[in-house]
Nanobody
Framework: QVQLVESGGGLVQAGDSLRLSCAAS????????MGWFRQAPGKQRELVAS???????TYVDSVKGRFTISRDNVNNTVYLQMNSLKPEDTAVYYC????????????????WGQGTQVTVSS
């Protein structure tokens, strides 16, 4: 099992920066893709950014050039550096990972953090 604990959310003004962190712990064989999703009130949850264990990244178009996802494979932590924040970035941000629980089971399981609120005022 994997536990994900997020931190770093808060209330900021438009144009400010925030850095989200998500630390994974528990019993697992490997952490594969890790990512950040967000959900604004009345909207569906959307993928913001993801990163593979090898460092390949993807971003939703609305954050390209402003957000950067990175990970520390030694400490099982994924980060989301958010710059030039806009009011439309306001949402609950959720950490997500796909993990293999054991060496003899190739199946991957998805895990979620509890979410951290990011509020950007205009």
């Amino acid at each position: 099992q994997v536990q994900l604990v997020e931190s770093g959310g808060g209330l900021v003004q438009a144009g400010d920066s925030l850095r989200l962190s998500c630390a994974a712990s528990g019993s697992f064989f490997s952490l594969n893709r890790m990512g950040w999703f967000r959900q604004a009130p009345g909207k569906q949850r959307e993928l913001v950014a993801s990163i593979t264990s090898g460092g390949s990244t993807t971003y939703v178009d609305s954050v390209k050039g402003r957000f950067t996802i990175s990970r520390d494979n030694v400490n099982n932590t994924v980060y989301l550096q958010m710059n030039s924040l806009k009011p439309e970035d306001t949402a609950v941000y959720y950490c997500n990972c796909n993990a293999r629980i054991s060496a003899w089971n190739i199946r991957e399981y998805a895990y979620w953090g509890q979410g951290t609120q990011v509020t950007v005022s205009s």
